[in-house]
C-alpha cells in the first residue's frame, strides 16, 4: 500500500461575483487528479503557472478542502476526518511554502518558531524541546547563535532552513514541499536542496515537491506528475518523462528547461564558490 493515495480529485474556485453579489463563474483549479506516493519517495508535480499544482498540495493536507476525489494517507481517509482525528493526523504531514518570509512569524525567535509544533502536539517540557531544537536547527545548518534572532535578521536561505526544521519537529513522513526554493538566490538554491535531498535520505521522508523548474526535477524526484490548466496530463519514472515524453504539453516544458544548476559525480548540487555563476 502506497502511503499517500490520491484518486479523481477535483476542486473549482468561484472566480467573480457581480454587482449583486451573484457568482459569475467557477476556475475548474484541479480536475480529476490521480496519483499514489510511496513512503520514502519523491514525486514532482510540475506545470506551468497557474496549473493547479499548489491546489493539488493543498488538498492533500487539507488546507483547500477538495470538492470530489479521495485521499487516503496511511490508510487514513483524510477527506473523512474530523476535527480531532484531522489535529492527530497533521504532525505527520507537513509543508513547506515557498516563501519563507511570509510561511514564518516576524514576532518569533528561531527557536520558539520550531519548538511551537512541539508545544501544540507534545507534552516534552521546556528542556526537551530547547534541546530537541537545538538539535534539529544544528541538523539544517542553523548554527546556536541564531535561536534567539528574529526572521527579520535571517536571510532568505536560512529561514528556509529554519521552516525546514519546524517541518521536521514531529517526525512527519510526508512533506508537500511547494516551491520551496523558487524565491532563493541561485547561489543558496544549491544547498538547500541538497539539505532536502540528505534529509529525505536519511529520515525516509517521502515529498510531494510542487515546482515549475524541470531542471530540478531530474534530481529531485523519483517520478513526474505533469498538470496543465488543473488536469494530469502524464505521469511516470523521471527519466521515462524525460527521455520520452507522450505530450506535447511535456516537451515544451523540457525544452523551457534553464540551464541546470552544476552536479559533481555523485550527483550533489554544487555550491559556488565550486562553480560560477553567470547572470
Ligand atoms: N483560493 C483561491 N481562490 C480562487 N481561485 C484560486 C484559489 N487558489 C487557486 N486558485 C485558482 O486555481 C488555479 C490553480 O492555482 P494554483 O495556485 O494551484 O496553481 P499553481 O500551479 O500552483 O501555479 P503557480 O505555479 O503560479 O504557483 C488558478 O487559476 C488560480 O487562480
Ligand atoms: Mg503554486
Known sequence: MALLEVSGLSK??????????RRTGWTHAVKDVSF????????????????GKSTVG??????????????????????????????????????IFQDP????????????????????????????RTR??????????IGSRYLARYPAELSGGQLQRVA??????LEPSLIVCDEPVAALDVSVRAQVLNLLRDLQEELGLAYLFVCHDLALVE?????????????????????????????????????????????DRHGKFLTPPDYVVTP
Request: charged share 25%.
Open 132 to 141: 530537541d531544537v537545538a538539535r534539529l536547527l544544528d541538523r539544517v545548518g
Open 219 to 263: 534530481v529531485i524526484a523519483d517520478r513526474v506528475l505533469v498538470m496543465a490548466a488543473g488536469e494530469m496530463v502524464e505521469q511516470g519514472a523521471v527519466e521515462e518523462i524525460f527521455s520520452s515524453p507522450r505530450h506535447d504539453y511535456t516537451r515544451r516544458l523540457l525544452k523551457a528547461i534553464p540551464v541546470p544548476i552544476p552536479r
Open 164 to 169: 525546514i526544521a519546524r517541518a521536521l519537529t
Open 12 to 21: 473549482s474556485f468561484s472566480s467573480g461575483r457581480n454587482l449583486l453579489g
Open 58 to 95: 493543498r488538498m492533500v493536507l487539507r488546507l483547500v478542502e477538495a470538492d470530489a476525489g479521495t485521499i487516503t494517507f496511511d490508510g487514513v481517509d483524510v477527506r473523512g476526518l474530523g476535527g480531532t482525528r484531522l489535529r492527530a493526523l497533521r504532525p505527520r504531514m507537513q509543508m
Open 101 to 128: 518570509y511570509s510561511s514564518l512569524d516576524p514576532r518569533m525567535t528561531v527557536a520558539d518558531a520550531v519548538a511551537e509544533p512541539l508545544v501544540v502536539h507534545t507534552d516534552r517540557d521546556r528542556a526537551t
Open 36 to 51: 499514489d506516493l510511496g513512503k520514502g519517495e519523491c514525486l514532482a508535480v510540475v506545470g506551468e503557472s497557474g496549473a
